[in-house]
Each structure stands twice: as C-alpha cells, then as structure tokens.
C-alpha cells in the first residue's frame, strides 16, 4: 500500500438513493478532480460548493474499470484493473452528467490528513461509477477495504483502537451500542489505558537506570517497592478486562431461547417482546414446529429471541425435530426464559425443563396470570417455588394483556449485568485477548520478583506485560494485524 497514491471510492452503501459520495483522498485530489467539475465557485477548504459533473475535455474514450460494491467488506487486497479502450468518439464540447456538491478538506485537517475532495452526486450507481473511472482514467487508484481509516491511524489522526471504533460504528444495530462506538471513537479506552502504560514505563525505567548505572550506586528499588509497583499496574487492567463480559454482550448481543411445554402462551409472549405478531398463535397445542427467531433491542442491547417447539412427547416426525430443536436452542442460548402456565402449577415437564436448564441463566416466566385465581406476588423469587436444586428467579406475566411485560424486560436486562454509564470498557476479542497476555506477564513478573531473579530477567516479563497494551492502541501492532483489522471495513470507509 503506497500512501503516496490518490485514492478513490464511491463512499455510501451500495444501491440507488437521493444522494451518493465519492471520497478522493491523496496529494493529487485536486488535480484528478478539477477536469470532472464546474464549480459556481472556487474550492476553499470546509466549505461545500454547488456545480456540475461533466465529461472532461480530450477524453477520447471511456475507461471500463471493475468497480466492487462499496458496502462490501473483503480481506482480499482490491486491485485497480483497467480493460481496453472501447474506442467512442469525444463529444465536441464538455457535456453536463449531474449536478453535485463538492466539499474539500486540507491537508492536514481531513480525516486521512491527505487533501479530500468529496463529490455529492444523486444516487445514480451508473453515476457514482462513472465519477470513480473519471477519476482512475486521470491516475487515481481504487482504495482497499478500510484504507481511508488505514491512513488516518497511519498519519496519526487516530490511534488504533479509534480505528476500530469507527468500523464498530458502521456496524451498529441499537443506539446504546452506537453511543459506545462513539465513546472509543473519542478515545476513551485509550485514555483509560495511558496511566496504566505510564506506570509500567516508570517501573520499566527504574530498573533500568539501577540495571545501567549500578556501578555509581543509583540505589535499586526493593522487592517490596516492584511488587507493589506491579500491583498497582494490575488492579486497573484486571478491572478493565472483568468489563468485557458486559462489553462483549454489548458488542454481539445476546441470545434468549424461550421454551417450555405447549399451550403455556411462549409465541404470545414471543410476539409482546417483539412488539408484532411475528409468531404463529392458536388455541391448538404444539402450533410452533419449528424454531422462529427475531433481533430485538432492550436496553440499547441487541438481544435475539428464539421461540421454540413446545417440549412434550412427539406426535409425529415434524415435532420430534422441532422439539429436538428446541432443546438445541436451551443449549445454546445465553439466557433461558422457561415459561410456564401460571393457572395450572408447576408440573413434572416444568420440573424436567427446569432440570436441563441446570447451569444456564434462567428466568421462569408465569404467564396467563390473568387466568390465575390468586395471584400472588413473584417477581425476584428465588426459586422456592421451582425447587431448590435451582437458583432462579420468577416473573408473573400475561401476554395477553401485557401485565408483567415490562417486568420481564427488567429481569433481563439484570441478567444482562453491565457497566453502564463506565467508559472505556473493553467490547473487542482482540483487545481482551492482549490484556489477557499483559496480566499473565505481570504474574511472570510477581514470580520472578519472589524468586529473586535478576532485574535484567525481570524486565523482560516488564516488557511482555508492556508489548500487549502497545498493541491495543498500534504503537507496535505488525502489519499483518493491520491488514487483517481494516480488511473487515467497507470500501470507502
């Protein structure tokens, strides 16, 4: 990848629209752009100017340029191929193609710190095509899947976890996990991490100073003072990795399997969470035959419903392998809600149901409490009624009437924990895995210190607790990591 080369792509999701961008970014944006535009007036730097697209004088054909979707993410590096010339003949004068709003960013204050010029045109994808080969035809290349981000963490505009933000930004489902992307867009697992990284260079740099000038008696700190030293660098990161339960949920979402026997009101309360008749509902017992899903946001976290087969003993083929299914579904989900038919009791498949959800986060739902002749309060119960082999709470619901529904989307958001109104805490595989490996390199260190070992050893676990945090941010991130990372982004972005 050559920073030195103009980039160009169609920058707004594939497909027709009311207005498409085509992002040029590098040192000769202004020259590649300037035979394509009209302008009513000249390009000053933030400010948007009106004007036409039109077909640049001289051009004695058209250059046919395979031009991938700019929604598309791929790993594979994108290679700017340019066919034959077909040969057409120029039109006597410059013709007009559209009208456009062309915005233009100076170097340096743009996003990749190279000059950009953005070209507004309607969403024509014949249209915004035919910009990106004008603009090949006069030398630019095609950009690769997240190279114009590449650049601004290469240039230094962003560090790399800002980089990642903007790609978990893009990708967002639910205003929660935007607000999210938002905050390490802004730099707020970095800021969390700095004085982290800074005590460890203090560390780091004492044993160093007591490593190279021990032969004019630069006093050593003692193993108490490095133990404590250490300590205070681990607190924090051990703090910032017990956030990722919460972060990764944020990130992924979660998965809700809601199960029990058949006729007990699962599609009816299915449907109330989804907020539509999504599901099948009748009279008729075993109605679901087959696992019926929906994403659904509760508490700005994505959360997929699953409802399932009611379990009993099969009638017939089809509801043994929905059935099977459902069970599956219990298995898989990160949260069980087992409803039952609070007009009838608990019952031996209750129990059972209860039994194989063993382990697993469960909320035991009572529905039809408008049929139930007593009502009794059990929100937040502890299991009494469902046995005590298990730890589990209980809410009273009737999908029928709505009562209880907003209950039990409390109950889950309980189960869902959290660290909301923290910034800064971790949502990415990558970055949970490398606070990982600092905080098992700090153990090596609290080791060595007790075993008495030689400082210049010691540093070496100091330096491996200090390589991971490096890389969060990019300061020592390969290429590879690098490339693997922005392949994941659109073209364009």
Not at 293 to 320: F, H, M, N, Q, Y
Not at 439 to 449: E, F, K, N, P, R
């Amino acid at each position: 990848m050559n920073l030195d080369d103009t980039i160009v792509a169609i920058a707004t999701p594939g497909g027709r629209g009311g207005i498409g961008v085509v992002r040029l970014a590098g040192p000769r944006a202004r020259e590649i752009a300037s035979p394509i535009l009209r302008l009513k007036h000249g390009l000053d730097p933030g400010r948007a100017v009106f004007g036409e697209l039109i077909e640049p004088e001289g051009i004695n054909s058209t250059e046919e340029v395979k031009i991938p979707a700019p929604s598309a993410s791929s790993g594979q590096a994108l290679a700017a191929k340019s066919a034959a010339r077909t040969g057409h003949p120029a039109p006597e004068t410059s013709g007009r193609i559209d009208e456009v709003v062309v915005t233009y960013f100076a170097k340096p204050h743009s996003y990749t710190t190279d000059d950009i010029i953005e070209i507004s045109a309607h969403g024509s994808p014949i249209v915004l095509r035919h910009i990106v080969e004008l603009c090949v035809a006069a030398g630019a290349r095609l950009a690769e899947p997240g190279e114009f981000t590449m650049r601004a963490f290469l240039n230094g505009r962003v560090d790399l976890t800002q980089a990642e933000a903007v790609r978990d930004l893009i990708d967002s489902q639910t205003l929660y996990q935007a607000k999210v992307a938002a905050q390490q867009l802004e730099g707020a697992l970095s800021r969390r991490l700095q004085p982290i990284k800074q005590k460890l260079v203090e560390l780091i740099a004492v044993l160093e100073a007591g490593i190279d000038f021990a032969e004019d008696d630069v006093s050593v700190m003692p193993d108490a003072a490095i133990l404590s030293h250490i300590a205070a660098v681990r607190a924090p990161l051990e703090q910032l990795s017990a956030t990722f339960a919460y972060g990764k949920i944020v990130h992924e979402g979660l998965t809700l399997a809601i199960v029990g026997r058949p006729n007990v009101g699962k599609s009816s309360l299915f449907n109330r969470l989804v907020e539509r008749e999504r599901a099948i509902v009748t009279a008729t017992p075993g109605t679901t035959r087959d696992l019926v899903s929906e994403t659904v946001a509760i508490g700005g976290i994505p959360v997929k419903l699953v409802d399932t087969a009611g379990i009993r003993v099969a009638l017939d083929e089809a509801e043994s392998i929905g059935i099977r299914k459902s069970k599956e579904a219990l298995t898989d989900a990160d949260l069980v809600l087992v409803v039952v038919d609070a007009s009838q009791g608990e019952t031996a498949e209750d129990a059972e149901l209860l039994r194989q959800a063993e382990g697993r986060a469960v909320v035991v739902v009572e529905n039809k409490s408008d049929l139930k002749a007593e009502k009794i309060p059990t929100s937040g119960k502890t299991g009494e009624t469902w046995g005590t082999r298990h730890l589990v709470c209980s809410v009273s619901t009737s999908a029928l009437t709505g009562e209880g529904i907003g209950e039990l989307r409390g109950e889950i958001l309980k189960h869902i924990g959290g660290a909301q109104g923290e910034s800064g805490f971790l949502t990415n595989v990558r970055h949970a895995g490398l606070i990982q490996d600092s905080l098992a390199a700090l153990t090596a260190a609290d080791t060595a210190v007790a075993t008495r070992v030689p400082h210049e050893m010691l540093l070496l676990d100091l330096y491996n607790a200090l390589r991971p945090l490096d890389a969060i941010t990019g300061a020592t991130t390969t290429d590879d990591i690098l490339n693997l990372i922005f392949s994941t982004f659109c073209i364009g972005k």
